[in-house]
């Protein structure tokens, strides 16, 4: 397997745009995760879902941000419109039913 | 609530052993978890340990967990170059790849 994959690796946007990033779960894995990463406030969790639905979207900083899972192989994290605070590394997890968490290589978003 | 503290930077010297720690203030926990973080990479699991157990350990890697002190901790025998890298401590509550609360990760610098 290849692992959790997200596409871009790299993001660099004009405020204001949309932005769309998209990842690849584990073939098999039912829970999905997206975090966001910056210096100042570490790790956040932003959602996550089940079986393709959303459980806890309370880490969303605002309705800016929105997420979706169409299918159990596929899931977008759109920020429209973005804006400089934005810029962060955004990363995709996949788990099963044995406690891990498999992290994806991070998307890097850059915002002007 | 739910809040999960560590140290910022610990430094070691190769062939030494580090010990990096952390605590968390949910009694409730239910897995705890190590996680390594290398320089433009996603997070990688290293080992984790149920709430149920005060110590587990895998090669180099040993677990120690103080209930009453919601205290853990993670040793690395014979430290190498390699294990640089930024470690977070996490907590599950409900267990089974769901939600995890990250601490704010410890900057492991190996010098020569």
């Known amino acids: 397997d290849a692992g959790v994959i997200q596409s871009p690796r790299h993001e660099v946007t004009e405020m204001g745009q949309e932005v769309t990033l998209r990842c690849k779960p584990i073939s098999g894995h039912d829970y999905l995760f997206w975090y966001r990463q910056t210096m100042m406030r570490g790790l956040e969790l932003l959602i996550y879902f089940n079986n393709n639905v959303p459980i806890d979207d309370s880490g969303m900083p605002e309705d800016r941000f929105s997420a979706k899972m169409p299918n159990a192989s596929f899931s977008t994290l759109k920020i429209q419109p973005s804006e400089p605070r934005d810029s962060a590394v955004y990363f995709c997890a996949s788990g099963g039913g044995n406690n891990e968490q498999f992290f994806g290589p991070g998307t890097r978003l850059t915002v002007l | 609530g739910e809040d999960v503290e560590q140290s910022l930077f610990l430094s070691v010297r190769e062939g030494d052993s580090s010990v990096i720690n952390c605590t968390y203030t949910?009694?409730?926990?239910?897995?705890l978890y190590w996680y390594k973080q290398e320089p433009g990479a996603g997070l990688q699991l290293l080992t984790y340990?149920?709430?149920?157990?005060d110590m587990k350990q895998d090669q180099r890697l040993t677990v120690l967990l103080n209930k009453k002190d919601k205290h853990l901790s993670l040793r690395i025998a014979d430290t190498q170059t390699g294990d640089s890298a930024i470690y977070f401590c996490a907590e599950s509550i409900s267990g089974t790849a769901s939600k995890l609360t990250f601490g704010t990760g410890t900057r492991l610098q190996v010098t020569l």
């Open positions: 949910d009694s409730s926990s239910t897995y």
């Open positions: 340990i149920f709430s149920n157990m």
